[in-house]
């Protein structure tokens, strides 16, 4: 029986780091980036300002990415945000 991937944002993203995913076929919705150089205009203005101005700050005074604030899913821990940041958003290394 052929194996097929369906995801949907990170869902369809996480393929990318599946080492030869034996997958006949792939169903992605709604997988943007959030890599800043990606966006133009203002766009690419709010995306950077959140990836190198937002997301650290709230890493420091909150200690975590509230997401659940922002009603985004869960709260990312302080590790994970602090890493994403480091090696750059949007890279294949971020998670």
């Not at 991937?5 to 997988?31: D, N, T, Y």
């Not at 133009?40 to 909150?62: D, E, F, K, Q, T």
Request: glycine residues 12%; hydrophobic residues 55%; positive net charge.
């Amino acid at each position: 029986m052929p194996l097929a991937w369906v995801g949907h944002s990170a869902g369809a993203q996480l393929m990318g780091l599946v080492p030869e995913p034996r997958v006949e076929a792939a169903l992605f919705v709604a997988s943007g980036t959030a890599y800043w150089k990606s966006y133009r205009g203002l766009g690419r203005a709010v995306m950077a300002s959140l990836w190198y101005a937002m997301v650290p700050v709230a890493l420091a005074v909150a200690g975590r990415l509230p997401m659940r604030l922002l009603r985004q899913g869960d709260d990312v821990p302080a590790g994970v945000g602090a890493r994403v940041v480091a090696v750059g958003p949007g890279s294949p290394l971020h998670l």
